[in-house]
């Protein structure tokens, strides 16, 4: 069966530092993968969204950049973060053609 | 500009009778639907979804309706139970956009027992 692991579940970092949050997925072969981001109060955002290695879609201008350097790998960072990129991250998995994504876990990050 | 509206941020229910959970959509374009389950602290998990040639879609305790003309959707949970207590975020795709899901804001629904 598949399975999608994302770390750290909690993150707490300063404002201007970096981030990583990595994303894998297991038990499946080129995934869709995404990332979505909830803010405080409000619904899930598209971030980004990748159908391959080194294939990356953005869909809202941001101080944030994701990479896949492997079929099941996706990572999402920043070289200096913002106040406002406090939030509920979510890596998802998914097959296409109107299938249902499958989500991790998430990480809560906090900026202070 | 949302796209997925999730007009009530919340609802309660007593334990055994149903909710009814609602969600109106403004881009036409959309063709397939999902309601997810999110609790607290955890990412969502898939419950049902429908196509748009389809207006009902059931499975067990859970029902989607679609209503294109009127471009609303609703989940209808019978009998509620307070397990199902958890916010329900309902998402839409459209064609050619790499299976990508518009979320609604989602709905808090506490089951009383």
């Known amino acids: 069966s598949q399975t999608i692991h994302q770390w750290p579940a909690t993150l707490v970092q300063p404002v201007g530092s970096p981030l990583s949050l990595e994303c894998t997925v297991e038990g499946t072969s080129n995934p869709n993968l995404y990332w979505y981001r909830q803010a405080a109060g409000r619904g899930l955002q598209l971030l980004f969204y990748?159908?391959?290695?080194?294939?990356i879609s953005s869909e809202v201008p941001q101080n944030l950049s994701a990479s896949r350097p492997q079929d099941r790998q996706f990572i999402l960072s920043s070289k200096k973060l913002l106040l406002s990129d406090s939030g509920f991250y979510l890596c998802?998995?998914?097959?296409?053609?109107?299938?249902?994504?499958?989500f991790g876990d998430g990480t809560r990050l906090s900026i202070l | 500009d949302q796209q997925v509206k999730q007009n009530s941020p919340s609802l309660s229910v007593q334990e055994g009778r149903i909710s009814i959970l609602n969600c109106d959509y403004t881009?036409?374009?959309?063709?397939?639907f999902l309601w997810y389950k999110k609790y607290p602290a955890e990412g969502p998990t898939f419950l049902i979804s429908?196509?748009?040639?389809?207006d009902k879609n059931e499975d067990g305790r859970f029902t989607v309706f679609l209503n294109k003309s009127a471009k609303h959707l609703s989940l209808h949970i019978v009998p509620s139970q307070p397990g199902d207590s958890a916010v329900y975020f309902c998402?839409?795709?459209?064609?050619?956009?790499?299976?990508?899901?518009?979320f609604g804001k989602g709905i808090t629904l506490s089951v009383r027992p």
């Open positions: 429908i196509s748009s040639i389809k």
């Open positions: 990748s159908v391959g290695i080194g294939q």
């Open positions: 998402a839409a795709i459209r064609p050619g956009a790499n299976s990508k899901l518009t």
């Open positions: 881009n036409s374009m959309f063709d397939y």
């Open positions: 998802a998995w998914g097959t296409g053609n109107r299938q249902p994504q499958h």
